[in-house]
């Protein structure tokens, strides 16, 4: 029930179309635009090629932050929506989600239940990361793991840190008593923390790995 009527939402977030084309993706864009494909064969031997485009620069325009979608067909623009984005396409779904950080999810849902991730273009970041993990498979498992040692190590940090300062407001300070972090770290590492959680973060969206505590819940 609660899928039925998230899919409801989202397909009312769904507007047609103008049907310009596809821009290419250009060299600067990896960390401004994600662009994956996703080609269906039909019964009478004709292929069509869909196309998600979602440029990160429009979580910063919109008012609700969340950015858009857009599906192309063809290389024609063929629908966009809100995230997250349902695009109903043959023989099922294809679902977009993203985080600050990047994409969270854009996945073709087929209406058996079976999930496969969209191709993403070779000169995007997740193309070019897909690229690393197909020709120096060793490379990218270690990059990989220092991706969650650096998102892991940083909270064990600093949430004590945080719970020490929460803990000091008059109210919850009244009802609960205060805590003291064993921990005490200046400012500059945190902040240099928060940097290296966040280029984590970014290095795995590139790979659409996403978890709520880890990655955040947005």
């Known amino acids: ?80 929506s809100a995230l997250p984005a349902v695009f109903p396409v043959p023989g099922g779904t294809i679902e977009v989600d993203a985080t600050v950080f990047g994409l969270k999810r854009c996945h073709y849902v087929t209406d058996e239940g079976g999930e496969h991730r969209l191709v993403p273009d070779e000169r995007s970041a997740e193309g070019r990361r897909a ?35 929460v803990s000091h407001v008059p109210p919850l ?10 921990v005490d770290l200046p400012l500059w590492l945190n902040t240099a923390l928060g940097f290296c959680a966040s280029t984590a973060s970014v290095e795995r969206a590139t790979r659409l790995r996403w978890n709520a505590l880890l990655d955040g819940s947005s």
């Open 1 to 80: 029930m609660i899928k039925d009527r998230k899919q409801r939402a989202a397909a009312r977030r769904i507007r047609s179309g103008n049907g310009r084309p596809l821009k290419p993706f250009r060299p600067w864009q990896p960390l401004s635009r994600a662009l994956f494909r996703l080609t269906l064969a039909h019964d009478d031997g004709r292929r069509t090629v869909y196309a998600v485009d979602v440029p990160y620069w429009q979580q910063i325009l919109t008012e609700d932050g969340k950015g858009r979608a857009h599906l192309y067909l063809d290389g024609r623009h063929h629908s966009r």
């Open 131 to 165: 690229r690393l993990d197909r020709d120096h498979p060793v490379v990218s498992r270690a990059i990989g793991v220092l991706s969650l040692l650096l998102l892991i190590v940083p909270i064990l940090l600093v949430v004590p840190q945080v719970v020490e300062a």
């Open 173 to 182: 300070a009244a009802r609960f008593g205060t805590f003291t972090s064993p």
